[in-house]
């Protein structure tokens, strides 16, 4: 028989005083509960209300930007709200965020009995507006709250309701790990009000404690801290700022904040930015779940907590549980960091089918146990179909009555005879300092790694250390460890991604149906994104400037004529656009290129033979910086959001200042001709004198890293960054008006000097007047950006043919989105384009070499040595990234060596 381990009761519940406050009147103890007769389909049927306010009426419920509101004036917003909200029973869905409106109609849901699905609101990932969708379309609330820019929207899809819902149904949240799933949580008034009064016991929290909403509303961690602080007469600080963001602390200390919430990923956050090194007076208690933390970081942040005067408090639950199952007493913490605690006050845990190291499956009972799943609308009737919680989860107790869980139940897969956790593969590598993701696809181990050096070793010696066959163990690089939308490990989303990498993707050309799938597969393969979906573009995949050289050409082949927002555009939507070919078509001769890859190709053989005296006919390094600010509007500052329209820019500048330094440095340690500013690209910063010299030759290359810089710097102040967003257009041309006042303060006048035409200051215009022509997005905008681009350019170099070369480059650009070209040029013009900087950087050596009497050598040798150079430093980076210092592939091979022993003793088991 199983035992059962149960948690201390509740203590009795604290009288509120009632009082009534224009006219707002209160319960007299937490979680009551109204009965109200429902206008269901069974009128007979009755329901009760949930109200969680707790407070004394002239307390403060929440602190927000705009002041802090009390009680009372809390109840007052919801009793208005319920009114919107209509007296018969609806099913209300509520987009969330860490905001008056959405809290504020939750509330009012639950008080006037409305069943109410929260879901993510307006976030920054697309998987959150595809789940949002899915829920609406399947469940058809009645009522939603949206956001609709910076305001809210309550729409009312219908008069009543057209679902019969359950007498106890209260809420309905979507499970932890299933983003996307249509599988919802149903919870009941009981289960809401018991966890929330449960943990403001343990928690001791009283009208003096106030929590920071660190945590999503939608999260059932996130909303447990709401509810346990309103029941308990407390308050929240309502932000949607992040733990990383400066202000956040600002606001946390102005309201004398006592608390915050997070899961292991907010921790990583706070390692990153200081946090153990920063005093918070009114900090009483810090708490944690959603996931494992490592033991040594629980013990390192109870030590904190011990010196800095708060609690550290770890705690374990599931969406099915409503929240809360166990929590480490703070004083604990220290000594068991490894343990998840006791079951919380109401609640017990047994373990059952324990084996010969008393570790079984872990059970939970207590009210907070949800009444089932739904699927579908019709089981929004169904009553409480579940009794004891199975967790999923294998655990043991402890002599001392600690529970610790071991692993999860479907995180233990059997490969070759192997029973191997992988969890504890995971956890291992992390201590180690190898942070990996592994999942269990068909009897294959596939290993997910952000660090590209441990890319060629993590498979190779885990096979090998498992005495599994190599080809059983796959592993594969990633940006970033996909996480829900609540913060955990998104297991679902690897699974996609290792399913979607270990299938043969088949390029198609122009003479196959296009379909959304193929465009996706192209996208998974070309930007190394497994993760693409059909809804995916190629801006929210990172895509930039570099790629998209291959990734245009491959479409155009794809598609014909790309539209000129294909960028932005997602696969799906690009596959519509393109026509079916017809059936037994002759392939065309002439194939259609992006007007700006053609002008990348020629702009860098213009500079080339002009160098070269083949031809004179300059202009093209300048055309080039218009090219440069026209595809830094596309990729880099498409609607993506900030922290990633950084990352792009940043990672932009390192991929050209890295090889720039290495080869010029390398030029100068052989040749001595390149002075250290030069090798660092800061000769045009310090000055770079009145007299062209060879410091003067990589001006073009100390442009485009500084401006790339300048920008990230630019767009980190939040005002700005918002101002562009609304304004594209407006923005792009005041960037254009300003970068020519400087132009002109500089010159004296329209043309710049013999080396004033190539500082950055005075070239800045150019890249501004690229980032115009891309944010011209009609005829009325062509055209006035058609006559600026003519009057700019004309006279600045006091040479007709020179600005006649880069006006027409311009104006191509502005007005031809592509260009038809022999198909025999296309994989030419493809490669001259995307190795176009490394041209621009060799040249310099190499056509000095054959100019005197050989010209047309001289172009064709500085072509071509640029694209070897090229392809040479793509193979040579991938190679050196992949191989780590040996002392890294013996350590990898000792942690293994662990885990292997670890699975092998368990061979045979079922």
């Known amino acids: 028989m199983p035992q059962i381990y149960g948690g201390r009761d509740p203590e009795p519940e604290i009288a509120v005083r009632t009082e009534k406050t224009n006219d707002a009147s209160f319960p007299a103890k937490p979680c009551a509960v109204d009965p109200v007769t429902s206008n269901q389909r069974d009128p007979a049927a009755g329901f009760e209300a949930l109200r969680l306010l707790a407070g004394d009426p002239s307390a403060t419920a929440l602190v927000t930007a705009n002041g802090s509101i009390s009680y009372a004036e809390l109840d007052e917003l919801i009793r208005d709200r319920r009114k919107m909200l209509g007296s018969g029973r609806r099913l209300v869905m509520v987009s969330c965020a860490n905001a008056l409106e959405p809290l504020v109609t939750y509330l009012a849901a639950l008080a006037a009995g409305h069943p109410v699905l929260l879901v993510a609101g307006d976030g920054d990932e697309p998987s959150q507006e595809r789940n949002r969708n899915g829920l609406l379309e399947r469940y058809d609330p009645d009522v939603v709250l949206t956001p609709v820019g910076n305001e809210w929207r309550l729409d009312e899809r219908r008069e009543g309701s057209r679902h019969s819902l359950h007498p106890e149904l209260a809420l309905l949240l979507s499970t932890s790990g299933s983003t996307g799933s249509p599988k919802l949580v149903r919870l009941s008034r009981e289960n809401v009000c018991s966890n929330a009064r449960s943990i403001a016991d343990y928690l001791a929290l009283t009208p003096q404690d106030r929590a920071a909403t660190t945590l999503p509303m939608h999260y059932c961690y996130g909303l447990s801290v709401v509810n346990s602080h309103l029941i308990s007469g407390a308050s929240l600080l309502l932000t949607e700022r992040s733990v990383v963001d400066?202000?956040?602390?600002?606001?946390?200390?102005?309201?004398?904040?006592?608390?915050?919430?997070?899961?292991?990923?907010?921790?990583?956050?706070?390692?990153?930015?200081?946090?153990?090194?920063?005093?918070?007076a009114s900090l009483r208690y810090v708490t944690q779940a959603g996931g494992r933390l490592g033991p040594d970081r629980v013990r390192g942040y109870a030590r904190l907590g011990q010196e800095r005067g708060f609690d550290f408090v770890v705690m374990y639950g599931q969406t099915e549980a409503t929240a809360r199952m166990a929590y480490l007493p703070p004083e604990l913490a220290e000594t068991r960091p490894e343990s998840i605690g006791i079951p919380i006050p109401g609640g017990q845990f047994r373990i059952d089918d324990a084996d010969e190291d008393s570790v079984g499956n872990l059970v939970y009972t207590g009210p907070n146990v949800m009444m089932g799943y739904a699927e579908s609308p019709a089981e929004l009737a169904a009553g409480s179909t579940v009794g004891d919680l199975r967790t999923g989860d294998l655990a043991r107790r402890h002599d001392d009555g600690l529970f610790e869980i071991v692993g999860r139940s479907s995180r233990f897969v059997k490969i070759y005879g192997l029973r191997i956790d992988l969890d504890r593969v995971e956890r291992i590598l992390a201590d180690d300092g190898v942070e990996v993701r592994v999942v269990n696809l068909e009897e294959r181990l596939v290993v997910f790694v952000r660090q590209r050096w441990a890319l060629g070793l993590v498979a190779p010696i885990a096979a090998k250390a498992l005495g599994l066959p190599g080809h059983i163990v796959r592993a594969h690089l990633v940006e970033e460890f996909p996480l829900t939308s609540s913060g955990k490990p998104d297991t679902a989303s690897l699974l996609r991604q290792a399913a979607l990498l270990e299938r043969k993707v088949l390029l198609v050309d122009r003479s196959e149906t296009v379909t959304a799938e193929n465009i996706r597969a192209l996208y998974a393969t070309l930007l190394d994104r497994p993760d693409a979906v059909e809804d995916d573009s190629f801006v929210a995949l990172h895509g930039d400037s570099l790629s998209y050289v291959e990734v245009s050409v491959r479409l155009e082949q794809m598609l014909g004529t790309l539209p000129r927002d294909w960028p932005a555009t997602?696969?799906?939507?690009?596959?519509?656009?393109?026509?079916?070919?017809?059936?037994?078509?002759?392939?065309?001769?002439?194939?259609?290129?992006?007007?700006s890859v053609v002008l990348r190709a020629v702009a860098i053989v213009l500079v080339t033979g002009t160098h070269a005296n083949l031809f004179h006919m300059q202009g093209g390094a300048h055309l080039l910086l218009g090219i440069l600010g026209f595809n830094l509007a596309r990729f880099q500052f498409a609607e993506v959001p900030p922290s990633m329209r950084l990352r792009k820019l940043l990672r932009s500048a390192v991929q050209i200042f890295v090889p720039a330094v290495l080869w010029v440095g390398g030029v100068a340690l052989v040749g001595g001709m390149y002075e250290p500013a030069t090798v660092f690209m800061l000769h045009n910063l310090l000055g770079g004198g009145d007299r062209w010299t060879v410091q003067w030759q990589y001006w073009f290359l100390e442009s485009v890293v500084w401006t790339i810089l300048g920008l990230a710097l630019v767009f980190c102040v939040p005002q700005l960054d918002r101002l562009e967003r609304r304004y594209p257009f407006v923005f792009a041309a005041s960037f254009v008006a300003g970068a020519l006042l400087l132009r002109l303060?500089?010159?004296?006048?329209?043309?710049?000097?013999?080396?004033?035409?190539?500082?950055?200051?005075?070239?800045?215009?150019?890249?501004?007047?690229?980032?115009?022509?891309?944010?011209?997005?009609?005829?009325?905008?062509?055209?006035?950006?058609?006559?600026?681009?003519?009057?700019?350019?004309?006279?600045?170099?006091?040479?007709?043919?020179?600005?006649?070369?880069?006006?027409?480059?311009?104006?191509?650009?502005?007005?031809?989105?592509?260009?038809?070209?022999?198909?025999?040029?296309?994989?030419?013009?493809?490669?001259?384009?995307?190795?176009?900087?490394?041209?621009?950087?060799?040249?310099?050596?190499?056509?000095?070499?054959?100019?005197?009497?050989?010209?047309?050598?001289?172009?064709?040798?500085?072509?071509?040595?640029?694209?070897?150079?090229?392809?040479?430093?793509?193979?040579?980076s991938g190679w050196w990234t992949a191989h780590p210092a040996a002392w890294v592939r013996t350590r990898l091979s000792d942690v293994f060596a662990t885990t292997t022993s670890a699975g092998r003793d368990r061979r045979g088991d079922c």
């Open 246 to 280: 400066p202000e956040f602390w600002n606001e946390f200390e102005e309201a004398e904040a006592t608390s915050f919430a997070g899961v292991p990923y907010t921790f990583d956050l706070l390692d990153s930015t200081g946090f153990a090194g920063r005093e918070h």
């Open 570 to 595: 997602s696969a799906r939507e690009l596959a519509s656009h393109g026509t079916a070919p017809v059936g037994g078509r002759p392939r065309r001769t002439l194939a259609r290129m992006e007007t």
């Open 745 to 876: 303060l500089l010159t004296g006048g329209v043309e710049a000097g013999p080396t004033e035409r190539y500082s950055l200051p005075v070239v800045l215009w150019l890249i501004a007047l690229g980032w115009l022509i891309a944010r011209s997005t009609d005829a009325r905008r062509r055209v006035l950006s058609s006559v600026v681009v003519v009057l700019t350019v004309s006279g600045f170099f006091g040479d007709p043919g020179r600005e006649a070369i880069t006006i027409a480059g311009l104006l191509l650009l502005l007005w031809i989105p592509a260009v038809p070209l022999p198909r025999i040029l296309v994989p030419v013009l493809s490669v001259a384009a995307s190795a176009s900087l490394f041209v621009y950087l060799v040249h310099w050596q190499v056509f000095p070499l054959f100019r005197g009497d050989f010209p047309l050598l001289a172009t064709l040798a500085s072509v071509t040595v640029g694209i070897l150079a090229w392809q040479g430093y793509s193979a040579l």
